[in-house]
């Protein structure tokens, strides 16, 4: 069982950096961890994924260049360093893990509560 924590998330101005942090509970070997994102009337998204054991990152269109995901093993905790926010970036941004390296949230076992990310002038 893997019980996921986020932290991070606030009201932020475009243009400006914001890191989100992921911890979790619970072995996270053989595990891929992601942070997807919700907006309001929107379908959950990917943003981004990494390979708990190698580190090999995975990104989105829109979080490539801008973003950067990464973990600390011996802190069981996954980071999404967030830079030059959009307003189109305001949603609230969910860590899950999954068995696989998959993109598709249906494939994700266990998820976080989320963290409310405010991009607005």
């Known amino acids: 069982q893997v019980q996921l924590v986020e932290s991070g998330g606030g009201s932020v101005q475009p243009g400006a950096s914001l890191r989100l942090a992921c911890v979790a509970s619970?072995?996270?070997?053989?595990?891929?961890t992601a942070w997807f994102r919700q907006a309001p009337a929107k379908e959950r998204e990917f943003v981004a994924r990494?390979?708990?054991?190698?580190?090999?990152?995975h990104y989105s269109d829109s979080a490539n260049g801008r973003f950067t995901i990464s973990r600390d093993k011996p802190m069981n905790t996954v980071y999404l360093y967030m830079d030059k926010l959009k307003a189109e970036d305001t949603a609230v941004y969910y860590c899950?893990?999954?068995?696989?390296?998959?993109?598709?949230?249906?494939?994700?076992?266990?998820w976080g509560q989320g963290t409310l990310v405010t991009v607005s002038s």
């Open positions: 899950a893990a999954a068995g696989r390296f998959t993109m598709k949230a249906e494939d994700y076992d266990y």
């Open positions: 990494v390979d708990w054991n190698s580190g090999l990152p």
């Open positions: 619970g072995i996270l070997n053989n595990y891929v």
